[in-house]
């Protein structure tokens, strides 16, 4: 089990948080923290231009909302919120 802190207010509702068994046993509770806490604000870490563009797309509109970070040894791993925001999901892009 992680616990995560939440550093003020997000730019959007994240529902409940999860973590796939990759990222448990792959990526540190801080790591996710961090790059959990950027997702809210809006930054998508190392998504492309596209991307980046579509995520502001569905802050207006609603849609699936993606990140993309790497930890401290260069793991990437991706946040996904779902359109509802119901969750958001922590998982390796193997996972997917």
């Known amino acids: 089990m992680m616990l995560i802190h939440l550093m003020g207010p997000g730019r959007f509702e994240t529902g409940l948080l999860v973590c796939t068994r990759g990222v448990i046993r792959e990526i540190s509770e801080a ?10 604000q809006g930054d998508w870490g190392l998504v ?3 991307d980046r563009l579509e995520n502001g797309l569905s802050l207006e509109h ?3 909302l993606m990140s993309v ?3 401290s040894e260069g793991k990437r791993f991706w946040i996904i919120t779902e359109a509802d925001r119901s969750a958001t999901t922590v998982l390796l892009p193997e996972e997917y």
């Open 31 to 40: 790591g996710v923290a961090v790059a959990f806490n950027r997702h809210r």
């Open 48 to 50: 492309c231009e596209e």
């Open 69 to 71: 970070y790497e930890n």
């Open 62 to 64: 609603h849609y699936r």
